[in-house]
């Protein structure tokens, strides 16, 4: 895996597929350019390291040069028209390759051929050693092509996150979060939940999200989502879960070198799991499990009143009010869990026993998902 400025990038396509696919694309042309002599030019800055592998295993003779067409910016490539760069020789009646690392929306491709109109060329050929099918947007017609790839973000071999990854001789791709595991975390008040998100977090290498801190954090920091959420708790009304989830989505982006989170306080509602859904979907990911430590009743109200007399929570103190917050639990839960029972994701936990024998319980349920 290699890190450029804030994304992680996994092994897509090896040096050894690239050699295949750049010997591939030189025997096409020449093959079909026969003893006539080619100008190759390549597209830069990306098309550097293809240009030189290329013009290698060219077999005949040919002459290469470069142009430039500034298209591209961050991770989206630009509509903008470029300017060209660098065209200085005469290619009146000449065959021209453009030799492109990558073709995407095909916008580029579009400058190209507009700014060849006027060069009087013989044949204008396009062979490019990646292409995105799905996000090619044009029909101008591509040559020859080295390797079709999925639309996904890629370095290496020439190209770049905002100017990093050019010089890695093979081809990465953007990690997104498919490979996360993600974890609802549910107890009652007093199953040792907070206990166990922690060995959970260090064990997997997942990020914690309760809800609760996440409110109290955008508030405090005064992010804009966090003022829109304070002006509805300021009014008494409940913040609308589209706001909260938003919170959310803003910090599984800023933890995407995560293996996963754990979310703790949400969802509460049908509407919210679904929401939470498709949040992970956005993502690319997924949740993988709602797991609920179960602990019986007289347990639970039995190790509240013990925590109340150091806690110095009152909520911990009264057992009325601990078996209200118990029963409001079950009742509120109770759909969650026929939710998540409906796509096989729900895993009960027996939370009675040692701290060490739970996590081992729950360490079970996570190694299977
Ligand atoms: P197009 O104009 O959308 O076909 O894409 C042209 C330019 O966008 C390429 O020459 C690259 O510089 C850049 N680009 C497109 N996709 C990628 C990618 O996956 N990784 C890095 N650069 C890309
Ligand atoms: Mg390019």
């Given at each position: 895996?290699?890190k450029?400025?804030d ?10 597929e ?12 020449a093959?079909?350019?026969g ?7 390549g ?40 300017r ?38 013989k ?27 999925p ?64 409110f ?25 879960d ?26 509460r ?26 602990v ?43 939710y998540?029972?409906?796509?096989e ?14 996590t ?10």
């Open positions: 895996m290699v450029l400025h994304k992680y990038f996994k092994p897509f396509i090896s040096a050894d690239i050699d295949k696919a750049v010997t591939k694309i030189a025997n096409e042309v093959n079909d350019l003893d006539e002599i080619p100008v190759f030019i597209v830069l800055n990306g098309s550097f390291m293809v240009v030189s592998d290329f013009v290698k295993k060219y077999p005949k003779p040919c002459e290469v040069t470069f142009i430039k067409l500034a298209s591209y910016e961050g991770v989206k490539s630009s509509e903008d028209i470029q060209l760069i660098g065209l200085t020789q005469d290619l009146t009646g000449r065959t021209v390759v453009i030799l492109e690392d990558i073709i995407d929306s095909g916008n580029t491709l579009s400058d190209i051929h507009r700014i060849f109109k006027n060069e009087g060329v044949a204008l050929k396009i062979a490019t050693l990646f292409y995105k099918p799905q996000a090619y947007k044009k029909d101008f017609k591509l040559h020859y092509v080295g390797m079709e790839i639309n996904k973000f890629i370095v290496g071999y020439g190209l770049d996150y905002n100017g990093l990854g050019r010089d890695l001789p093979e081809v990465y791709q953007l990690k997104t979060t498919q490979h996360m595991t993600n974890i609802v975390l549910f107890g009652p008040p007093g199953a040792g939940k907070g206990t166990q998100a922690n060995f959970l977090k260090e064990k997997y290498n997942l990020r914690h999200i309760s809800t609760g801190d996440v109290r954090f955008n508030i405090k920091n005064e992010t804009a989502l966090g003022t829109l959420a304070k002006s509805f708790i300021d009014k008494g009304e409940l913040v609308p589209q706001v909260t989830i938003d919170m959310l989505s803003a910090e599984v982006e800023k933890n995407a070198d995560a293996n996963g989170f754990i979310f703790d306080g949400f969802p509602t049908n509407a919210q799991a679904e929401a939470l859904d498709t949040l992970m979907k956005s993502k690319d990911s997924q949740i993988n499990a709602m797991i609920a430590l179960e019986d009743d007289e347990v639970l109200v039995e190790r509240l009143l013990e925590r109340g007399k150091t806690s110095g929570r009152p909520d911990d103190a009264d057992e009325g009010i601990i078996r209200n917050r118990i029963k409001e639990y079950y009742s509120k839960t109770a759909i969650l869990k026929d998540f029972s409906a796509q994701k729900y895993f009960g936990v027996d939370g009675i026993g040692s701290i060490e024998d739970i081992e319980r729950l360490n079970s349920v996570i190694d299977k998902l």
